[in-house]
């Protein structure tokens, strides 16, 4: 699952430049068993295996040091936010654990530092969101995106969406390129830019103007937004 996704493109060319290093690592070779069985029933009876924790906790041994964070990906975690992956980048090294069929024995929760959720829903196992994970936050690991500007200029890395972004042709579908961006009068294109952030934010995430820190010029551009409907 992980070859694909983490071999291509950004994630790709990090690794190669050493920027970033990935090492995916098999439940399965922490098993004492020759079946190499990593879950089992759970006790109380009921539906899926449970993921065992003698296994877990051999292999987070294995591969964890003193410098190591261990994260556990699971929908009952904190929310993964731009704010988090960028907490995450200045680790230096993270064991991530991916959950799987059931669930995980409760006793793991014990061998973790923290628990991530990438949304209020379920998925058939933890894989996808650990590759969420690592690509959210190898995009602050200096060098890995080439432009900083677009890095910054993402959504929520100032706690606000990001503004539209246009490209040839100049019309399409009866929809032109606003004139703003064809005139070279970089101030003005900075300042519709702006309310733009500031427009699509307050349509789409309100919720996030509440906890932004807005200079004087957002919060008139801002007033002039709500007025205009």
């Known amino acids: 699952m992980f070859r694909g996704p983490l071999s291509e493109s950004l994630l790709k060319k990090a690794q190669e430049k050493d920027l970033l290093s990935l090492n995916v690592v098999d439940l ?9 069985t990593a879950d089992d029933s759970p006790y109380g009876g009921g539906a899926g295996m449970v993921m065992k924790v003698d296994v877990i ?21 904190k929310l993964l936010t731009q704010e988090k992956s960028k907490q995450l980048a200045e680790e230096k090294h993270l064991v991530i654990l991916c959950g799987h069929y059931e669930g995980i024995d409760e006793r793991v929760r014990g061998l973790v530092d923290e628990e991530i959720s990438i949304g209020d829903y379920v998925l058939t196992g933890g ?19 080439k432009e900083e500007a677009s890095v910054q ?34 101030a003005e294109i900075e300042k519709w830019r702006r309310k733009e952030v500031l427009k699509l934010t307050f349509y789409r995430r309100p919720d996030l103007l509440a906890r932004a820190a807005l200079s004087d010029e957002d919060k008139k551009m801002l007033g002039e937004i709500i007025q205009n409907g």
């Open 127 to 145: 894989e996808l969101p650990a590759m969420v994970l690592v690509d959210a936050l190898a995009r602050h690991i200096p060098g890995v995106v």
């Open 57 to 77: 906790a051999n292999a987070i041994s294995k591969v964890k040091s003193q410098k190591s964070k261990v994260l556990f990906m699971c929908p009952t975690g």
């Open 28 to 36: 399965r070779d922490f098993t004492s068993d020759k079946h190499k």
């Open 153 to 186: 200029n993402d959504s929520f890395f100032n706690g606000l969406l990001d503004h539209p972004s246009y490209a040839k042709p100049e019309e399409f579908g009866g929809q032109k390129v606003p004139d703003v961006l064809l005139s070279g009068h970089h």
